[in-house]
């Protein structure tokens, strides 16, 4: 492996390749590459626009609605890295890996240890162009692509959470891109306290 590559993950693992708010109390460090080898992901087609809210099917567990109607693919080759709490002494997990789509550097899954190292949490989901069957979502003047769908399984305990991107949840909040105005709607003290209320 080249050090840029090396370089180029590091900034992925610590800059937000792996969460959507990155790493800014920098909690993670010492990070490796542990492997590559090829995955199933769901890195397109996961957008559902045949449900009017855009909400997926689901099966399997003992109550059939553990998981997602899913689509995977193979990805050739994704590139697995590990790092490892450091900035805090008494941490839940004592590292995570995260697998990365060499062709994009896109993450495709990840998984936390405890910390006496067994598995504590998985998470995978889809991708997605919104534009299916004559049908678009836009971000303006292009088809929006976003992640669509998360899996979380918690190992010890076998539950399993699941979260989909929507169109609208109750309260009258839709899914908006590239819209100045959520700024003042979502993200100000202001609006937060509003939000908060009971």
């Given at each position: 492996?080249?050090l ?29 590459v ?9 890195v ?7 449900h ?24 050739p080759e994704?590139?697995?890295c590990?790092?490892?709490?450091t900035g ?5 997990v ?11 550097w ?5 998984v ?15 991708y ?24 979380a399984?918690?190992?010890?305990t ?10 609208e ?23 937060l ?6």
């Amino acid at each position: 492996m080249s050090l840029g590559i090396g370089l180029q993950i590091a900034v992925l693992l610590k800059g937000g390749g792996t969460s959507a708010a990155g790493d800014p109390l920098h909690t993670w460090g010492n990070y490796r590459v542990v492997g590559r080898q090829p995955l199933l992901a769901g890195v397109s087609n996961g957008w559902n626009p045949e449900h009017p809210n855009w909400e997926h099917n689901v099966h399997g567990g003992p109550n059939n609605e553990s998981f997602f109607d899913s689509v995977v693919e193979m990805v050739p080759e994704t590139i697995i890295c590990e790092a490892e709490p450091t900035g805090f002494a008494r941490a839940p997990v004592s590292k995570k890996r995260v697998w990365f789509d060499a062709r994009n550097w896109m993450p495709v899954a990840m998984v936390t240890y405890d910390r006496q190292g067994l598995p504590f949490r998985s998470f995978d989901g889809c991708y997605s162009l919104y534009e299916k069957n004559n049908e678009r979502f836009l971000d303006g003047a292009h088809p929006y692509w976003s992640w669509t769908y998360v899996h979380a399984y918690e190992f010890q305990t076998g539950r399993i959470t699941r979260l989909e991107q929507v169109r609208e949840l109750p309260g009258g909040h839709r899914t908006s891109v590239n819209d100045d105005s959520i700024y003042e709607k979502y993200l100000t003290h202001i609006a937060l306290q509003r939000l908060g209320r009971v």
